[in-house]
């Protein structure tokens, strides 16, 4: 297992129930790939965009810190690429 960072942008016209339910989606999906949360919070709220992504000019950005195999990885990067409430995903190796 390893530690990772992950930065979603989320949608800025969800509503504050729909926002708790997606996170809450985001951390099944890590436990669900066998991993763990260690950490999560909303880092900025309706943050201005630098150029726009799938037609919004701001986003909510959610920071997660999570322990998971490598493998796993990928798995949560393709099902929040299919996510239309999910506008980007980063996800870094924290050394």
Do not use: C
């Not at 790939?33 to 909510?60: A, C, T």
Request: net charge positive.
């Amino acid at each position: 297992m390893k530690k990772y960072e992950a930065m979603f942008i989320i949608k800025p016209d969800l509503s504050e129930e729909d926002r708790k339910g997606l996170f809450k989606q985001i951390q099944d999906a890590v436990t669900k790939n066998g991993g763990s949360v260690l950490g999560e919070n909303v880092w900025s709220e309706k943050k201005k965009l630098y150029f726009p992504i799938k037609k919004h000019h701001e986003g909510v950005y959610y920071l997660l810190n999570l322990d998971l195999a490598p493998e796993g990885v990928d798995k949560i990067k393709l099902a929040y690429k299919l996510n239309e409430n999910v506008l980007r995903v980063l996800i870094t190796r924290l050394d």
